[in-house]
Antibody, heavy 118, light 102 residues
Framework: EVNLVESGGGAVQGGGSLRLSCAASGFPFRSAYMDWVRQAPGKGLQWVAHIKPDGSEKWYGASVKGRFTISRDNAKNSLYLQMDSLREEDTAVYYC???????????WGQGTVVTVSA | DIQMTQSPSTLSASVGDTVTITCRVSQTVPNWLAWYQQKPGRAPKLLVFQASTLESGVPSRFSAHGSGTEFTLTISGLQPDDFATYYCQHYDNFGPGTKVDI
């Protein structure tokens, strides 16, 4: 069964750090482009970061660039998002997703909640 | 930067109606345009990729068209399961969403 499962969310104070993980199964993870997408409470979807299958190239949204780092371990079928210098506006549900490399994501996790307090 | 808009922002409809959602992009883009359906508390579900190709398993009452800067998603004969929020996406840009409710 194709599946993505996020973990690592929680409550943190502003300025703190969190590391999200996403465990993949049921598809060839090592050949997949992967994304992190977030959704603030009551708001729309916001693309956060993207990584190539071999991890050689990474892209970030303007609001997280310099604070968040996307990475992956293909041996462990896992995707990560290291979030530093967290701000209240980073409060959101964070989803990992498989990117079909032409701007569409066909597999999504259930999401993990990150709450940043002042 | 590319800006994306969707209209309407909210759409009130009834079961059996045909509805159309429009996504406009601030500059001409290749047809790398996707559409998603999202229900409360759930992850988005891919409906359409490359502007008009239905994802496997998506009912044929969904159709999508468009090119350049204007794209549409049409639902012909709304079903109770279709009441949700719909988003368009072009790479790192999502539209603001269209909520389809009763």
């Amino acid at each position: 069964e194709v599946n993505l499962v996020e973990s690592g969310g929680g409550a943190v104070q502003g300025g703190g750090s969190l590391r999200l993980s996403c465990a993949a199964s049921g598809f060839p993870f090592r050949s997949a482009y992967m994304d992190w997408v977030r959704q603030a409470p009551g708001k729309g979807l916001q693309w956060v970061a993207h990584i190539k299958p071999d991890g050689s190239e990474k892209w970030y949204g303007a609001s997280v660039k310099g604070r968040f780092t996307i990475s992956r371990d293909n041996a462990k079928n896992s995707l990560y998002l290291q979030m530093d210098s967290l701000r209240e506006e980073d409060t959101a549900v964070y989803y990992c997703a498989r990117d079909l490399s032409y701007g569409a994501s066909d597999i999504w996790g259930q999401g993990t909640v990150v709450t940043v307090s002042a | 930067d590319i800006q994306m808009t969707q209209s309407p922002s909210t759409l009130s409809a009834s079961v059996g109606d045909t509805v159309t959602i429009t996504c406009r992009v601030s500059q001409t883009v290749p047809n790398w345009l996707a559409w998603y359906q999202q229900k409360p508390g759930r992850a988005p579900k891919l409906l359409v990729f490359q502007a008009s190709t239905l994802e496997s398993g998506v009912p044929s009452r969904f159709s999508a068209h468009g090119s350049g800067t204007e794209f549409t998603l049409t639902i012909s004969g709304l079903q109770p399961d279709d009441f949700a929020t719909y988003y368009c996406q072009h790479y790192d840009n999502f539209g603001p969403g269209t909520k389809v409710d009763i």
